[in-house]
T-cell receptor, first 110, second 114 residues
Framework: GENVEQHPSTLSVQEGDSAVIKCTYS??????FPWYKQELGKRPQLIID???NVGEKKDQRIAVTLNKTAKHFSLHITETQPEDSAVYFC?????????WGAGTKLIIKP | NAGVTQTPKFRVLKTGQSMTLLCAQD?????MYWYRQDPGMGLRLIHY???????AKGEVPDGYNVSRLKKQNFLLGLESAAPSQTSVYFC?????????????FGPGTRLLVL
């Protein structure tokens, strides 16, 4: 079946440094790629999304890039802060199907 | 606006017991979803609904049933609970005519099946 692979499973960065999380997808029909953040014990919340007609999207310190040819997309967080510590999920969607990655635990070291 | 709410927050069941999880949203969203979240496996879609009176199977529907009798409510039923159904269950809803829209999640229900 269709799947989304997410790497790394855990990422530890120094506060102020950048963090990059990568996802690859298998369904070439996928055209919607959201990223959700889940803080410990909380519900997932959308932080940014991108559609297949766009190669890059930015929102302050967060950016997402999409390479449809290679079927991968990435989340970039610059100037990381303690409040960025969370689990981040990518997903790839087409028609009525949204497939989720397994998540990346981001740890911000002081 | 309460957003998406779930009842109960936590439940312990014995193998073979049944229960119903309730999801309610006050945002007039058309689409509603039930997910389960297990460590290291992300979110997996159980069932979803694209409108009142309609439901469809997701990625892992076995052992679960759903109903959407009212637009604002989406019920998830476990007819005969099994330990493999121990998980955190999230409900979500989205506005619009496509699954490719922002999903708003409830706070989750922790279910332990002994």
């Amino acid at each position: 079946g269709e799947n989304v692979e997410q790497h790394p499973s855990t990422l530890s960065v120094q506060e102020g440094d950048s963090a990059v999380i990568k996802c690859t997808y298998s369904d070439s029909a996928s055209n919607y790629f959201p990223w959700y953040k889940q803080e410990l014990g909380k519900r997932p919340q959308l932080i940014i999304d991108i559609r297949s007609n766009v190669g890059e999207k930015k929102d302050q310190r967060i950016a997402v890039t999409l390479n449809k040819t290679a079927k991968h997309f990435s989340l970039h967080i610059t100037e990381t802060q303690p409040e960025d510590s969370a689990v981040y999920f990518c997903a790839a969607g087409s028609n009525y199907q949204l497939i989720w990655g397994a998540g990346t635990k981001l740890i911000i070291k002081p | 606006n309460a957003g998406v709410t779930q009842t109960p927050k936590f439940r312990v069941l014995k193998t073979g017991q049944s229960m119903t999880l309730l999801c309610a949203q006050d945002m007039n969203h058309e689409y509603m979803y039930w997910y389960r979240q297990d460590p290291g496996m992300g979110l997996r879609l159980i069932h979803y609904s694209v409108g009142e009176g309609t439901t469809a199977k997701g990625e892992v529907p076995d052992g679960y049933n759903v109903s959407r009798l009212k637009k604002q409510n989406f019920l998830l039923g476990l007819e005969s609970a099994a330990p493999s159904q121990t998980s955190v269950y999230f409900c979500a809803s989205s506005y619009g005519t496509s699954i490719l829209e922002t999903q708003y999640f409830g706070p989750g229900t922790r279910l332990l099946v002994l």
